[in-house]
């Protein structure tokens, strides 16, 4: 099975409205990390926001905000009131395991997302 | 504050030659360092890491080797270049120092292409 699941390969959102960029994680270990990076096409990858599984809060930075349900394994990113400038790939990423000695990110296939003017 | 640097920022090489691309960190010490590759419409895949000088771990066998020969310089290497070589790849570092050590930053990346 797909350690992450990312389903929308693309999409396309009016400017200023929210979006939901959907992940869906696989793991067994009770510990794990969750995050979300971004990629314009300049080719770097942005660091948006984490979320621990034992975090009671959903993860918020800025217009980014973390939907975490932890029952269903989801951790979908919202975006609230989106920009020209968001539009770029969104990759979701978890670390299976204490955040310490483990240093593998596993990443999803990711969601284009393209703003529309 | 940390910078990462990559070179070259782009590299096409012959099937059969060698490779050599450096990643280096500034603004910080003692770093985890990360090499990975992204294939054309794909997520990232890692390849390797290292938690300190002369420590390499490796997480795919295949004709590609890593060397951290100081504290913020990372080289990943090979001695022949496959087609399947061919790729982007993004060297990182995650802060094991300060409050926040959960999330690794990347560089600007290089992109290879194996002819």
């Known amino acids: 099975a797909q350690k992450i699941t990312q389903t929308q390969p693309g999409m396309f959102v009016q400017e200023k409205e929210a979006v939901t960029l959907d992940c869906t994680y696989d793991t067994s270990d009770q510990s794990y990390g969750l995050f979300w990076y971004k990629q314009p096409s300049s080719g770097e990858m942005i660091f948006l926001i984490y979320q621990g599984s034992y975090d009671e809060q959903n993860a918020t930075e800025g217009r980014y905000s973390l939907n975490f349900q932890k029952a269903r394994k989801s951790a979908n990113l919202v975006i609230s009131a989106s920009q020209l400038g968001d539009s770029a790939m969104y990759f979701c990423?978890?670390?299976?395991?204490?955040?310490?000695?483990?240093?593998?990110?596993?990443f999803g296939t990711g969601t284009r997302l393209t703003i529309i003017p | 504050s940390q910078t990462i640097h990559q070179w070259p920022a782009t590299l096409v090489q012959p099937v059969g030659s060698p490779l050599s691309l450096e990643c280096t960190v500034e603004?910080?010490?003692?770093?985890?360092l990360y090499w990975y590759r992204q294939a054309a419409g794909r997520g990232l895949q890692l390849l390797f890491y290292?938690?300190?000088?002369?420590?390499i771990s490796s997480e795919v066998p295949q004709n590609l080797s890593a060397s951290r020969p100081q504290d913020r310089q990372f080289i990943l290497s090979s001695k022949k270049l496959l087609l399947s070589d061919s790729g982007f790849y993004l060297c990182?570092?995650?802060?094991?120092?300060?409050?926040?050590?959960?999330?690794?930053?990347f560089g600007p990346g290089t992109r290879l292409t194996v002819t």
């Open positions: 603004g910080t010490s003692n770093p985890n």
């Open positions: 990182a570092w995650r802060d094991l120092m300060t409050g926040s050590s959960y999330e690794q930053y």
């Open positions: 990423a978890m670390r299976e395991g204490p955040n310490f000695g483990n240093e593998k990110l596993t």
């Open positions: 290292s938690v300190g000088i002369g420590q």
